[in-house]
């Protein structure tokens, strides 16, 4: 069975892992443009957030829906895509920052313009990096477990539970590392983290049932719905 899976070509697989990656670019990009200021408050807590969490905890959604249909394996193939894809973002945008800017647009926008909005992605890049790898493996670990635990049952309590540990994980190395780099100003470290941490927890469980239909659609679609039973789950073993 497991060599049947290895082997096996999906109709949806290759669709998913190309707006799996979109998802993680736009949600780089914006993060690093904007800050949202609901003008509400947890007690003494503002509720701002990086922009990039309007888009960001979609990716979990693509996330446990990979790992739920086609597996672990499968998962760990396209979370390493959105890491090499990752990768080229932060390169490109630097290597624009630092090449000379053509004089009319000096003008009417310039270097400042692009520092102030784009100069902050590499710094994103490093944090999002750190932490996309370790909260994407932690949701997807926990989601393959929990489906061999229930066996099967209770879609909902897997994605949620995995959330809210991949996505706990997450939202504290980015927002650590993203201000330790400068991107982010310590004064707003609480708030960044409740407000990200609520946000995309309630995104994920508000989304459940359309979740559910993605998930039952693709095991229909796909005659897949995979078991990680016997898996290595080294997030470094790059082969399916």
Do not use: C
Not at 28 to 41: E, F, G, H, T, V
Not at 83 to 102: I, K, T
Not at 105 to 111: F, I, K, M, R
Not at 125 to 131: F, K, R
């Amino acid at each position: 069975m497991d060599n049947e899976h290895i082997h096996r070509n999906y109709r949806y697989y290759d669709l998913i892992m190309v707006l799996f990656v979109t998802v993680l670019l736009i949600s780089n990009i914006l993060s690093s443009a904007k800050i949202i200021d609901l003008k509400m408050s947890l007690g003494p807590i503002a509720l701002a957030f990086d922009a990039g969490t309007l888009v960001f905890p979609i990716s979990y959604i693509f996330g446990d829906v990979l790992t739920e249909v086609y597996g672990y394996k499968r998962s760990r193939r396209v979370i390493w895509a959105g890491f090499g894809a990752n990768v080229l973002l932060g390169l490109f945008v630097w290597l624009a920052a630092v090449l000379p800017g053509e004089a009319e647009w000096q003008g009417y926008a310039g270097q400042g313009a692009y520092d102030a909005i784009l100069g902050g992605v590499s710094g994103l890049i490093v944090a999002s990096l750190a932490a996309y790898f370790l909260g994407e493996f932690s949701n997807s670990f926990v989601l393959a477990k929990m489906k061999v635990w229930t066996g099967g049952r209770w879609l909902w309590m897997r994605t949620i539970g995995s959330t809210l540990v991949g996505e706990g994980v997450d939202t504290i190395v980015f927002t650590v590392i993203a201000t330790l780099l400068g991107v982010f100003p310590w004064e707003i470290f609480v708030s960044l983290v409740v407000t990200n941490y609520i946000l995309k927890v309630g995104l994920e469980a508000a989304m459940t049932p359309l979740t559910y239909r993605i998930v039952n659609l693709l095991k229909q679609l796909e005659h897949e719905d995979y078991y990680d039973r016997a898996t290595d789950f080294n997030p470094f073993k790059l082969s399916v």
